[in-house]
């Protein structure tokens, strides 16, 4: 009895802990004024702060905590939440003095030497003026964006000041974003394939050509799981190459390293491989989202241009240091592999929708069709068709999708309520060079990310990045596209531990490996890859993307 209640306590502490954390994050902003921040953004750095502490200790599944966010959203910062349901801002008619461009307001108007002023019932907007005196409980103010009769906001600590609250609807309809569309075609094209064995078979046909020598059938198990991987699961990749790499090594001797090789490389190419294409890994759906808000866009195949130079340098890096770490003993090793292709009516329609869908991705620069559109070709042909039926429909991984939604909706009202600009502005980011900064974000990303979910990493760190791009704190060499793909890159490449990723979790499952083996190896990856993403963040990914 005592045994079990050791097992269970740290389970149940973790659980306590998160709880207790989320919910003192939530509260501090409710009774902790924060000079320049917004109520809204009061509200939402309470959201941020209980979704941080939920994402990071998991009291409650992760898919839950974006259901959370976007419920509080709803609830605390929409147009039709009982907050802003009936308000209006409070409004004072500006009185000029007798010195000229001189003005007098009520000093409840003034918040470090800003002002707001009204531009509707409900909205208003935020100028610079310089103050000359105060009196009385009023200020005496100059700017010449100010005139006789111009209405300012007479309280700054409002509900509504500095902020315009956004329709229930925004955020709902993440739901609906054209990045969750595109995942939910990637997600119905691999369960498709699954089905219809196209992944096993296509596995079988790419692995005949590397022979027999121990190095080349890794390598071929490596460019296989990546190549997948970019167009599905990581998760789901790894779980079904697994399955081609355990009856490999049940033929090769318990103390030949061949075996730890076999174990660490299809996790390590599934994580590398996702960064290939938009829908390979979530933290690249997040990066595309963040920049389509500002409008910037990064096609299927620019993606795919700026991010498959990068994983075969990391793949073709990473084997080289396994070879080095884990030198076979076995010289040779004959593959049985049969492929036999489907051939029935259901499963030449996949491989047409297949083959047709993923060919627009990669050319969406030159027929013009966003990738989101692109996606419902498969979601529509293949229920139309009945390729995939309701029982396929219903074990997708939609927890995926509201848990990429959450942190869509979490990066909207970070940016429109202000907090994002708020939490990097007491730095002096101007000062640091771009390098710098992209070395920065790389490296937070990239150890969060061995911690968190890569995908909760993201969603934490890209609205900062993007508020420094927008405000202009970052100076002007500061491109907010380089730096968002530098941090999606920095996440994906996060694989120093058994949590760090559910790939790394399944390749510890098959015993061939320890802990020890991972962090090695995982931590020599991510500093490489680091470095070689800010190489190509330097040299090679301006040309491309601005």
Known sequence: ??????????????????????????????????????????????????AAAFWMLEPIPIYATSMLVIFLQIVLLSTQGPLYQNAELPSYTVEQTAQEEVWRIPDSALQNNTVFLRTGARSSEEIQIEVVETENGFVFVRSDEISSGTEIVSDVNHILTGYTPASYTVFMGTLASPIIILFLGGFMLAA???????????????????????????????????????????????????????????????????????????????????????????????????????????????????????????????????RVMYPPTITRFKLELDSAFDKSGKAIIMYFVFALTVVLWITEAQHGIPSGMVAFLPIMGLTVSSVLEKEDIRSLPWEVLWLVAGGIALGISM??????????SSISWDVFPQIVLLLVFGFVALMLSNFLSNTVTATLLIPLAVSMGTSGIAGDGFSLVISAVMIGMACNMAMLLPISTPPNAIAMSTGYIKTADMVKIGSIIGIIGLFVALAYAVLFWPAVLL
């Not at 659980?15 to 902790?32: D, E, H, K």
């Not at 590397?210 to 296989?224: A, C, D, H, T, Y």
């Not at 779980?239 to 009856?247: D, G, L, N, R, S």
């Not at 599934?270 to 290939?276: D, E, P, Q, V, Y």
């Open 192 to 322: 498709a394939a699954v089905k219809y064995n196209l992944d096993k078979n296509l596995t079988n046909v790419l692995l005949k050509p590397f022979g027999e020598k121990p190095m080349f059938i890794i390598l071929g198990l490596m460019l296989v799981t990546a190549v997948l991987s970019a167009f599905m699961s990581n998760t789901a990749t790894t779980a079904m190459m697994m399955t081609v790499a355990i009856p490999i090594a049940l033929q090769v001797s318990k103390e030949d390293k061949f075996r730890i090789m076999l174990a660490l490389s299809i996790p390590i190419a599934a994580n590398l491989g996702g960064m290939a294409t938009p829908i390979g890994t979530p933290p690249n759906a997040i990066v595309i989202s963040a920049l389509n808000a500002q409008g910037e866009s990064i096609a299927f195949g620019t993606w795919m241009l700026i991010a498959v130079p990068l994983v075969l340098v990391m793949l073709l890096s990473a084997w080289g240091l396994m």
């Open 415 to 424: 940016e429109n309520t202000g907090l994002a600009v708020w939490l990097v």
């Open 1 to 50: 009895m005592r045994t079990k209640e050791k097992q269970r306590f740290p389970a149940w502490t973790k659980t306590a802990v998160g709880l207790t954390l989320g919910i003192i994050g939530f509260c501090i902003p409710l009774f902790v004024h924060f000079d320049g921040l917004s109520f809204a953004g009061h509200l939402t750095l309470g959201i941020f702060l209980v």
